[in-house]
């Protein structure tokens, strides 16, 4: 039985360390609000750290699943941070979305202490964590990915090796801007059907088994028509992730004028109160007829 730490219990986080948990491994969790690690051990086997470093000790593989850069960097490298008590071979799997900078700064701290470094974000969003079919893409070591990828595996229905520290994060940034547009399109399709007296639903169907057709259709399009947006990935932490793409864009000379657009789209989201939206809100600028 392999030891298990897992630190950040959020809608991603929380059923991850649950399959962790129910699949045989020995896991000990710790979230800056205990509550959460309470209600946690309630649904699944388990023990609660009271730090970061208390969680890491003696754990052959140690992950994360928090905020941003800052709150990554404290809960590996703070007073009480995971670095203060990593075992030498153990690996450090980071499935956060953050800075590929921030990513590398982390593997090099970890390579001083012996150990080894993932950055491995996440696409899929919460069914995705609760049903255990995430795509996960990671950097690093390919002798750590190769030693992490039965334990990832135990939530991931896609798990690919981008190549160095950092392309992980890159590669979740290209998915990032692929689904901004993509929303921002299908919103834009949605709104001209109503306008145009289409029975939306009906043109749903027409144009979804085509080449129109997609994932947030899928799972989207009926939730969009209804104006549901109380779920799903939350505006705010969408606008989190553009801002490290269009960063990431500066430095590499790469031209996001779509990503831009979209992302001012959402601010108007936060506008109108949308902050935990589910970024399909995107809908909700735009006139329609119906909804």
Known sequence: MKNIAF????????????????????????????????????????????????????????????????????????????????????????????????????????????????????????????????????????MHFEKAKPVISSYAKKLVHMGKVGNGQLTKMVNQICIAGLLQGLAEGLAFASNADLNVLQALEAIGSGAAGSWQMHNRGCTMIDDSFEFGFAVDWMRKDLAICLQEAETNGSELAVTSLVDRFYSEIQNMGGNRWDTSSLVRRLPRKHG
């Open 7 to 142: 630190v950040g219990l959020g809608v991603m986080g929380g059923p991850i360390a649950g399959h962790l948990a129910k699949g045989g491994y020995s896991v000990k969790v710790f979230n800056r609000t205990t509550s959460r690690a309470i209600d946690w051990l309630k649904k699944y086997p388990g023990e609660i750290g009271s730090t970061p470093a208390d969680v890491a000790r003696d754990a052959e593989f140690i992950f994360c699943c928090v905020g941003g850069d800052e709150d990554l960097r404290e809960v590996v490298t703070g007073e009480y941070g995971i670095v203060n008590e990593m075992s030498s071979g153990s690996i450090l799997v980071d499935h956060s979305t953050v800075s590929a900078n921030i990513s590398k700064e982390l593997a090099s701290i970890c390579a001083k202490s012996g150990s080894g470094f993932l950055d491995a974000p996440l696409s899929g969003g919460q069914k995705g964590a609760e049903d255990g079919e995430l795509s996960i893409m990671c950097g690093g070591q390919l």
